[in-house]
């Protein structure tokens, strides 16, 4: 069987997908803008909050202690991804029998609840201990709707096309890599015209106010979009058949394949985007609207090279280039931060953004295509969902915490490596997995 048009079809008990027109260049644009919308919504408010984290510590979690202070905000970030599990499979199950689109929209719509509370919560000097406990049920809130949107989404984009899987699922990534320009280039103008009472009064609730205009826009989009003729095909054949459908319980294997396949791309933003622009503040001692520049590069170069890798990927496979980007990431990324440790300097740092947004690159623009594949057409918004959400909460809602806390604790500011190294590893052991059970398919087929 060809790896590049349905990978992992017989490896997986998956039901060859039925023929699919060919979308038109304006449907085109508006699959991907509409599925990538929630994408980047969510990144971008994710990602403002961690960038934001000194001040927002302050405004809900004040305390004598700046550093414990400033966990409990990253943490209150974390805890949001406890929900992703449960998002996953609510939101999952839904989109599975109802329908990706309506499983979009109804993401969206929680999304936007948690950005509004974001925007226009009162700090805990006006209101006291209510103040961090809304703000903390708004992160559950919109954990539960992320994690449903990863697996929707891509389930709508591959589903409209069987030649183009890569390219059209790519843009769940090239939609993170653009909202990290956009979370970034907010924190690195902020902290560079607003003075700092300003900054913490007021100036940090601006990008949650943006993104908060951008969600509806992706709710109307969403809402007259029509469903995918993959899942409209398949339920219409569960209804004129007799033979079982196929059941959620005999994917097992490849739910945990999926959430090894995850570690190193969450893992990658996470430490490498989301923590950073901290790290270089605080142990690097660089200025923050350097490290926050930085960043933008790294959302750039994502942005750019994740649609050409899946395009790639459509072409020569998914996981040569995956499991390739997964062995050079393991090989290269400690001595990378040993180097930036030994030069902490702007240069330096724009050095290993420069390699690690590439390498992010390559490894996620094929990665929802992969995952879309292992998973047959009519658990496949169950399975994406699920896996995604495993993997983004087991290795990466917590990584800024485990980082930070292992750096206080030990005082070993090469730290964000050894993550990064075991996720590689993970992912690389993943991918082997699933392309071994590929070959043997392919072998009886």
Do not use: C
Request: no cysteine.
């Amino acid at each position: 069987m060809n790896e590049r048009v349905y990978p992992g079809a017989a490896a997986t008990n998956a039901e060859p997908p039925a023929p699919i027109a060919a979308p038109s260049k304006a449907m085109i644009r508006r699959i991907v803008f509409s599925s990538s919308i929630g994408n980047a919504l969510e990144w971008f408010d994710f990602l403002v909050y961690g960038y934001f984290a000194t001040v927002i510590a302050k405004a809900f979690f004040p305390s004598h202690d700046e550093w414990l202070s400033t966990m409990l905000a990253i943490g209150t970030f974390g805890i949001s991804f406890l929900m992703r599990p449960l998002g996953a499979i609510v939101l999952g199950v839904y989109g599975d029998r109802k329908g990706r689109k309506a499983a979009l929209t109804l993401a969206i719509l929680l999304m936007m609840v948690g950005t509004f509370t974001m925007a226009v919560m009162p700090s805990y000097a006006h209101i006291g201990i209510a103040a961090p406990l809304l703000i903390l049920l708004a992160r559950l809130v919109q954990g539960f709707a992320v994690g449903g949107e990863f697996g929707s989404a891509t389930a709508f984009m591959v589903e409209h096309s069987e030649a183009r899987r890569g390219y059209y699922a790519s843009w769940q990534f090239a939609s993170q890599g653009l909202a990290a320009i956009m979370a970034a280039a907010f924190g690195s103008v902020l902290s560079a015209w607003l003075p700092q009472p300003q900054l913490e009064s007021w100036g940090w609730r601006i990008p949650f106010v943006f993104g908060l205009l951008v969600g509806p826009v992706g709710y109307y989009i969403r809402s007259h979009l029509d469903e995918t003729p993959e899942f409209l095909a398949t339920r219409a054949a569960q209804k004129t058949t007799s033979a079982p459908g196929i059941s959620f319980a005999n994917q097992w294997l490849n739910l945990l394949l999926a959430v090894g396949i995850v570690a190193q791309s969450t893992v990658g933003v996470y430490v490498l985007q989301l923590y950073m622009p901290l790290y270089a503040v605080k142990q690097l001692h660089l200025p923050a609207t350097a490290s926050f520049a930085v960043v933008v590069l790294n959302g750039g170069l994502q942005f750019i090279f994740s649609p050409l890798m899946g395009a790639l990927s459509d072409r020569i496979g998914r996981i040569r280039i995956m499991l390739g980007t997964s062995i050079f990431m393991g090989a290269t990324i400690y001595p990378m931060f040993a180097w930036l440790q030994a030069h902490p300097t702007v240069a330096s740092l724009v050095v290993l953004q420069s390699v690690a947004g590439i390498l992010k690159a390559a490894y996620s623009g094929p990665m929802p295509a992969l995952m879309s594949e292992i998973f047959p057409t009519r658990v496949r918004s169950t399975g994406l969902s699920i896996g995604y959400a495993l993997g983004v909460t087991l290795f990466g809602g917590f990584a800024p915490t485990i980082v930070e806390a292992f750096i206080h604790v030990t005082g070993d500011k090469l730290a964000p490596s050894y993550y990064v190294l075991l996720a590689a590893v993970l992912s690389g052991i993943s991918l082997a997995i699933v392309a071994w059970r590929m070959h043997v398919a392919r072998r009886k087929t």
